[in-house]
């Protein structure tokens, strides 16, 4: 069944390049594993993914244990407590949640030498949402700065995760904005090549905006049963 979905979401992901004036490949896909077992990850891995994101830090740290024997690149995309930023430090090659410098220096500082530095992506509340996370537009430059100085990280991008639109033309305009931030802060001088934005719903509408990168889970393992506790 996952490598059928797989099939059908890289079917969807190629359309959309198309229908956008892009190539095929200028789009990644991140498959999200959360809450699903090591032997889905296997499931997809068998079907040609290597690249996998994981919202619970301690679950996502016993997969990645689990699997350390296959070539997977792992990125974390949930919220990160100061409290666990060793964990994502020695075990992630990712991190699309970084939306507050005190957490970046963390990271950095904790990053084992012998890894590579870490790829990280500025989170973006980039429609206000109250519920959501992320830093506000206006900040996102002075903060790209100060994480792009820390010398055991790599900044990489943008990530946002716009509240639900009603339509594909909303969802654009909401895409957009992203992506103009994103163009500001390279024209600002911050390099920046990753715009992490769309989802199982919408990732024809991410595309269309510009989107690099997009983080799909339910229409690849299914629905989810989420625990009753997780960090």
């Known amino acids: 069944m996952i490598a059928d979905n797989l099939s059908r979401v890289r079917t969807r992901l190629a359309q959309a390049c198309a229908q956008a004036g892009r190539d095929a490949g200028a789009v ?15 499931q997809a891995y068998a079907a040609g993914q290597t690249a996998f994101g994981e919202n619970y830090i301690q679950e996502a740290v016993d997969k990645i244990a689990a699997l350390a024997h296959l070539p997977l ?3 974390c995309i949930g919220p990160i407590q100061s409290n666990k930023t060793r964990l994502v430090a020695e075990h992630f090659d990712w991190v699309h949640t970084v939306e507050r410098l005190k957490i970046a220096q963390r990271l950095s500082e904790q990053r084992p030498p012998q890894l590579a530095p870490l790829q990280v992506c500025i989170q973006v509340n980039v429609d ?35 509240e639900p639109a009603p339509d594909f033309v909303a969802a654009c305009a909401v895409f957009a904005r992203a992506k103009a931030l994103f163009d500001a802060i390279n024209e600002a001088g911050v390099r920046l ?26 229409a690849i393992f299914g629905a989810r049963s989420y625990p009753a506790t997780a960090t």
């Open 28 to 42: 990644t896909l991140l498959a999200v594993s959360k809450t699903f077992g090591a032997d889905a990850v296997v």
């Open 73 to 75: 690149e792992w990125h």
């Open 128 to 162: 206000g949402g109250a519920t959501k996370s992320g830093v506000a537009p206006a900040e996102a430059l002075t903060l790209a700065h100060a994480v792009a100085a820390l010398p055991r990280l790599r900044l990489r991008g943008l990530m946002c995760i716009p």
């Open 193 to 218: 090549d990753t715009l992490s934005m769309g989802m199982s719903n919408d990732l024809e509408a991410a595309v269309a905006s510009g989107s690099t990168l997009v983080r799909v889970g339910s």
